[in-house]
């Protein structure tokens, strides 16, 4: 029950990391209709941000000068590479946000090299919220979690409550009757990228001190928020937060459970055709945590194809 | 498209009188070379043809050779099909891959058909190490090639002769594709794909068939990486095989037919040439495949159209300056960027920060045969200068040629 119970928890906080990533993309790609390859690549410039500051200013200080940062390049992207090849449409923009994820990638192994830096917790943070059973709760998982949701309700409350989510909304709803009403829609479309950044580079430099931080992460992460944002729907917030949740629950779950389909089958009494067929039929349903995102994403395309939460079919 | 005859003929001979003259590490890098052209005609004809952008094809040319080395390993090592047949398994088992996955990806289009191919190229890359009896887990399996119509296969010669054959059948039959009536309606596809509902045809089967035909060419690329490497590995799925196609597609530029497979030709070749000379190669694909996307978007082969534009409209003389004029350019942004870059990595290896931690100093670098000092001025004069050289140069043709240039 307390292994159970940990890896809700676990899958929770893993989920709310999901949703800080994918956030940022899922607004971007309502807004601009630009996929950014490159969004999980601010995820890991923040924790390198934070990693590298972390000495001379202190973990919290260069946590938040990390989310300016991935911001700045964000607002960089947008403003002289993504803006120059507007014109030739969304595919050459994915193409393009593509390469610059590459390049961000290999950037990193060039001054960091290939493996894992030694990013850490600071030890005032490392200590346990609670304990349940024998077990301990590290309290920086909660700091993430309460990071998470203090980013979604600030991102509610902006874009519902305030004149800028007025105008932010407009510009994603139709964007030429924005302008044509005199807003800046090319400022709101760097500043809606700039912040979506941000949000990316913060789960980083928060994320990056708890799991690794190494030149893949971008990939990792970049790959299960895509389907994050599939599964949600492209462009909602909440299914973003909703698909999230769900996949790091199931991974979480997933891990723990020690049973394959062949033990599933005895139970119709087709165990021992099972274990002798092997293949899929013996793998632990542990071992195949991984891959139950994408068959998530697959079925979901089957039978939902705008996502759970998304209206554009 | 227009098809040169001659120009054609006198490729193939080139290609056909290789083994002649090169030696075999060199032949060894040709069938790379020829497996990455056709990888990426087969990328081309999906990507820019029918106009679908998959990030995941390393799914197909994975499954090819997989396909291909269990075939070869069928009946005690005996081979399923003699091996110069061998490919065509490859090109099986990626159509029927393709088949399925296509039939899921296709259900949407753009952004999301891309993010799906994503997602079943790295569905199938978690899955692979877990099922070792298919994939030989971690380690991979190898095999052997069997000697067949009197030929041994032995040799690196048979074997680049037997990869030529095939890769230049596929291109030539995917080049036929582009002239039936199914090629056709890819492009329609690509162009307007509601239109093409309005006009009755079954848009769904024909995105599927595009993707499957891609697929299936993929798969037979990997099925002559296979024969050639006599092994496969679970890394032949990994993301960077996938990206590998996509940036060296683009590079050459798949609004022409030739180009993905010149663009692959070449960057393998590169990649083969500089391996040893620098550890930052994936750093200047990257670098290269963005200012293509920028400033050329027709990629490199769509340069030499420019290129004949320019002679048309303004004549042999100015054409010929202006071309000497970027590429000055261009060869000194290049030295400068190269210089720069191998020089911060040279300093920011764990090497050298052992070396400078234990000399409790910055000693200098070894690069080009002479040590450049890290702390003194004109180390970075040189890469500064060269960097603003070519910026000046590239101000000049711009003012100069403007619109064609």
């Not at chain 1, 969004?39 to 990390?66: D, E, K, N």
């Not at chain 1, 709803?173 to 005199?182: F, N, V």
């Not at chain 1, 950044?197 to 690794?212: D, K, P, R, S, V």
């Not at chain 2, 093409?196 to 099925?223: D, P, Q």
């Amino acid at each position: 029950m307390d292994t159970f119970v940990f890896s809700l928890l676990n899958g929770t906080v893993y989920g709310l990391l999901l949703f800080m990533v994918s956030a940022g993309l899922t607004l971007v790609f309502g807004m601009m209709g630009v996929l950014n390859f490159a969004h999980a690549s601010f995820y890991m410039l923040g924790a390198y941000f934070a990693y590298t500051l972390q000495g001379p200013i202190g973990f919290g200080p260069a946590v938040v000068a990390a989310t300016l940062l991935s911001g700045a390049v964000g607002v960089v992207v947008e403003r002289w590479f993504l803006r120059r090849v507007h014109h030739h449409g969304h595919a050459h923009e994915l193409l393009l946000t593509f390469g610059l994820s590459f390049i961000i990638a290999e950037t990193i192994k060039l001054f960091f090299g290939n493996y894992p830096v030694d990013y850490r917790i600071p030890p005032a943070l490392d200590f346990a919220a609670f304990t349940i059973g024998r077990q301990q709760y590290p309290a920086y998982r909660a700091l993430m979690a309460v990071v998470a949701l203090a980013m979604f309700g600030a991102l509610w409350l902006l874009l519902t409550r305030t004149r800028i989510g007025i105008v932010v909304r407009a510009a994603i709803y139709r964007p030429r009757m924005a302008q044509a009403l005199g807003h800046n829609v090319q400022l709101v479309f760097m500043g809606v990228f700039g912040v979506g950044a941000a949000l990316a580079g913060l789960a980083g430099a928060i994320a990056g001190a708890f799991y690794t931080t190494n030149p893949n992460m971008a990939l990792e992460v970049g790959v299960m928020v895509f389907v994050v944002v599939v599964v949600g729907g492209l462009g909602s917030l909440g299914g973003a937060m909703l698909a999230s949740l769900l996949i790091g629950v199931i991974t979480s779950l997933a891990v723990s459970v020690d049973r394959s389909l062949a033990d599933l089958l005895s139970v119709v009494g087709a165990g021992a055709w099972a274990e002798a067929v092997g293949g899929l039929l013996t793998l632990k349903l542990s071992s195949l945590a991984a891959t139950l995102p994408f068959a998530l994403m697959l079925l979901i395309l089957l039978v939902r194809p705008a996502g759970l939460m998304g209206e554009k079919a | 498209m227009r098809m040169n005859l001659p120009l054609l003929v006198a490729g193939v001979a080139l290609l056909a009188a290789l083994p002649a003259v090169l030696p075999g590490g060199l032949l060894i890098a040709s069938i790379q070379m020829l497996v990455a052209a056709l990888f990426a005609s087969a990328y081309g004809m999906l990507s820019g043809r029918a106009g679908m952008l998959s990030f995941g094809h390393a799914a197909y040319f994975g499954m090819g050779a997989f396909a291909t080395v269990h075939a070869m390993n069928a009946f005690g090592g005996s081979g399923l099909l003699p091996t110069p047949l061998m490919p065509l398994v490859g090109a099986a088992a990626g159509l029927a891959i393709g088949v399925v996955a296509g039939w899921f990806a296709t259900q949407r289009s753009g952004t999301t058909f891309a993010m799906i191919t994503l997602a079943i190229a790295e569905l199938l890359h978690a899955l692979a190490p877990q099922l070792k009896g298919l994939f030989g887990g971690e380690s991979g399996i190898s095999t052997m090639r069997a000697p067949s119509l009197g030929l041994s296969f032995g040799s690196t010669t048979q074997v680049y002769y037997l990869t030529l054959v095939w890769v230049l059948l596929s291109i030539a039959l995917l080049y036929f594709h582009t002239h039936t009536p199914a090629g056709r309606l890819t492009l329609a596809l690509r162009e307007n794909g509601h239109r093409l509902r309005f006009l009755g045809y079954n848009v769904h089967g024909l995105g599927v068939s595009a993707f499957a035909i891609s697929a299936m060419f993929s798969g037979l690329a990997g099925g002559l990486q296979a024969l050639s490497n006599e092994a496969a590995n679970y890394a032949v799925f990994d993301a960077g095989v996938s990206a590998t196609v996509v940036l060296n597609s683009y590079i050459g530029g798949v609004g022409s037919f030739l180009g993905p497979a010149l663009g692959a030709a070449l960057m393998t070749f590169f990649g083969y040439a500089v391996s040893d000379a620098t550890q930052s190669w994936l750093l200047y694909q990257g670098v290269l495949f963005v200012l293509v996307m920028m400033f050329a978007p027709t990629g490199l082969s769509g340069l030499f159209g420019t290129g004949v534009r320019l002679v048309e409209q303004r004549g042999w003389r100015p054409a010929v300056f202006s071309a000497l004029l970027v590429g000055g350019a261009a060869v000194l942004l290049t030295a400068g960027g190269v210089f720069a870059v191998e020089l911060l990595q040279r300093l920011c290896s764990q090497d050298y920060r052992a070396l400078a931690q234990a000399a409790a100093e910055l000693p200098a670098v070894t690069l080009l045969g002479r040590p450049w000092s890290p702390t003194s001025v004109s180390t970075w004069m040189l890469p500064a200068s060269l960097l603003a050289c070519g910026t000046v140069l590239v101000f000049v043709a711009r003012r100069r040629f403007g619109s064609a240039a």
